[in-house]
């Protein structure tokens, strides 16, 4: 390699989820890396998202074939980790001449890469942000690095330049919510990713949780939620002190809205992974397939802020558990004190 450090093109393109599951890897690169130009190139409608990762120089976006590969050219780029190819971007990396070229071994994408590791994914046998970290051990060994730093502990992303409590203070204000009480966010959407529990569901949990205090219920959803919010809302008993979030497609300001909760429950959906990143406590709904377990999906929050809850398989098209003792061990969660 010509240059003394190395840009790096780091794709991971599809839905947020996954994008925010690459970034305790990408943090590792660059704490390993630290003189390297990091550049990630990502969904159209995340690069808002990905700009919180402070760990990046450069965020670009996924376009037209012509467009994107004239970009990367113009970045002349030495190696290129994709955490997870298709076909179009490996032909689109190879087509760039990325002198280094790495990416799991999966299907007929792995042909367009010159550096590639077996990972099956599929089979779900560890988390989806460990398959990530993974690629960039193996750019370690690729580049003979030594004295590898270990990986950093969450929170993963952050909110630059504004405070925590200015932000809860204008939120508390905005929505006229208790701020004596915990803040509880209530995500019944999937947005269009695993199935959830139903609505029904969703209001026996709050109204269980209830009868242990008054916390504050905000019914999150994005803009295109709004009936399965006002659903939800619709069904819950007049004594439980709860709002509906105003949706917003702003990403940022989505991340701010997130960052106000004490806890953030919600099956395997983005917002989740958000809350995680942010190091919140999360309650998480799994379906049983195996591609989609809570093993592969967990968040990256600290291991003792999250509760997770695999589907029982007892309802058609919705997440089934058993309700009352979930709601026990949710309440337990909640008043658990943190281990600093």
């Not at 240059?3 to 794709?11: G, H």
Request: aromatic letters at 10%.
């Amino acid at each position: 390699m010509a240059r003394k450090y190395p840009v790096i093109l780091l794709v991971r393109n599809d839905k947020m989820g996954d994008l925010i599951l690459s970034i305790p890897a990408i943090s590792w690169l660059r704490k390993n890396l630290p003189n390297a130009k990091l550049v990630w190139l990502v969904k159209k409608e995340l690069r808002d998202l990905a700009i919180l990762c402070h760990h990046v120089d450069d965020v670009i976006y996924d376009d037209s074939f012509r467009a994107i590969l004239s970009k990367i050219n113009s970045y002349q780029f030495d190696i290129a980790l994709t955490f997870f190819s298709t076909f179009r971007i490996g032909y689109l990396i190879n087509k760039a001449k990325i002198p280094i070229r790495l990416a799991p071994k999966t299907k007929l994408a792995q042909f367009f890469y010159n550096h590639k590791i077996v990972q099956k994914r599929s089979r779900s046998q560890k988390p989806e942000y460990e398959y990530n970290t993974e690629l960039v051990s193996e750019l370690f060994d690729i580049l003979n690095l030594d004295n590898i730093l270990d990986i950093d502990k969450p929170p993963y992303i952050k909110l630059d330049n504004i405070k925590n409590d200015q932000i809860k203070n204008e939120f508390v204000t905005d929505y006229s919510i208790n701020p004596d009480k915990k803040i509880i966010f209530i995500h019944p959407g999937t947005g269009g990713s695993s199935n959830t529990l139903s609505v029904e569901a969703y209001s026996k949990i709050c109204t269980g949780l209830r009868s242990f205090d008054d916390y504050n219920f905000i019914i999150h959803h994005s803009v295109d939620e709004e009936e399965i919010a006002n659903n939800l809302l619709s069904k819950l008993p007049k004594n439980i002190s709860a709002t509906k979030i105003k949706p917003t497609k702003d990403k940022i300001e989505m991340v701010k809205n997130i960052s106000v909760c004490d806890v953030f429950i919600s099956g395997s959906t983005g917002p989740l992974h958000i809350a995680g990143a942010l190091n919140k406590k999360t309650v998480g709904f799994y379906p049983s397939k195996k591609s989609s377990t809570s093993l592969r999906w967990q968040t990256i929050n600290d291991f003792s802020k999250r509760l997770d809850f695999e589907d029982t398989g007892k309802i058609r098209g919705f997440i089934s558990l058993e309700l009352n003792k979930a709601i026990i061990e949710i309440q337990k969660h909640i008043d658990k004190l943190e281990v600093r």
